[in-house]
């Protein structure tokens, strides 16, 4: 039976993952190739890159790694020239990088705030701004942006500038969205919540004590289910919106977070 990603093209960015395990990035990647499609994983760490793309064909997937810093143009400029001159084509196109960090206002340095944008919103505009004449071409697309929960509200520990630049993701999507939807591109965001994740322990332990099983048990804690979330869960609701399951699903932004979106107070 044909994958759901059969027979199309699909660039993963944020695709390598730091320390141990598998991040939200190269889950994606994975999946979508055991679902039939050719993958180019981008990451600015080659190694890690390498390592997604070296999972993939061992597994009997198509695979090629690519280094690419997502916040500079020529490297977005690059990344999508090569996934054309290695496959023909372009069919989906998902953003994952993102960093984050903590502080409000007073605390946050201008230059944490450039960087936080450059990253995590002006990358979404540039990977698009090169892909989306390739996905004119052939009349059809998928924009996958992975967003966080805190792009439409507050944690509880300040985060403003990965807030606000997780707020221009879902923007920036929902302008590509309607701008294209005639020309058979859509644009969709996934709205992250609390995944166990290999990012979340370099990032957010220090949030919570310094202990990382007792982070773990309190993000369970916090969560409507018990228990948060798997890398694989993100994975499977980016392969939807990739898909062409979704081909009516445009504009839209859906959570993963087992409901925490609707608590009042986590």
Not at 131 to 157: C, D, W, Y
Not at 172 to 184: C, L, N, T, V, W
Request: glycine share 10%; charged share 20%; net charge negative.
């Amino acid at each position: 039976m044909p994958g759901r990603l059969e027979g199309k093209v699909a660039i993963v960015t944020g695709a390598g993952t730091r320390g141990d395990g598998i991040g939200n990035g190269k889950a994606c990647a994975i999946l979508y190739a055991r679902e039939g499609a050719k993958v180019v994983a981008a990451d600015i760490d080659m190694d890690s890159a390498q390592a997604t793309a070296d999972q993939i064909n061992a597994e009997g997937g198509e695979c090629i790694a690519t280094r690419t810093d997502v916040s500079r143009t020529d490297d977005c400029r690059a990344m999508i020239d090569g996934c054309i001159a290695a496959f023909g084509k372009l069919d989906v196109l998902h953003n994952n990088v993102g960093i984050t960090e903590s502080g409000g206002p007073v605390e946050y340095a201008e230059e944490q705030w450039d960087r936080m944008m450059r990253i995590n919103a002006k990358s979404v505009y540039l990977t698009a701004k090169f892909s989306l004449p390739h996905m004119e071409r052939s009349g059809s697309g998928s924009i996958v942006n992975i967003a966080s929960i805190n792009g439409v509200r507050t944690l509880p520990f300040a985060k403003l500038g990965y807030a606000a630049s997780k707020a221009a993701m879902i923007a920036i999507s929902r302008e590509i969205a309607i701008q294209y939807a005639a020309k058979g591109i859509r644009s969709n965001v996934v709205l992250v919540g609390l995944i166990k994740s290999p990012i979340v322990v370099q990032n957010n332990t220090q949030l919570y004590g310094g202990d990382v099983e007792q982070m773990w048990a309190t993000r369970d804690a916090m969560s409507p289910t018990g228990k948060q979330g798997e890398v694989w869960d993100i994975a499977q609701a980016s392969l939807f919106l990739a898909s062409d399951e979704s081909r009516y699903v445009n504009g839209t932004v859906l959570p993963v977070d087992g409901g925490l979106i609707n608590m009042v107070k986590f």
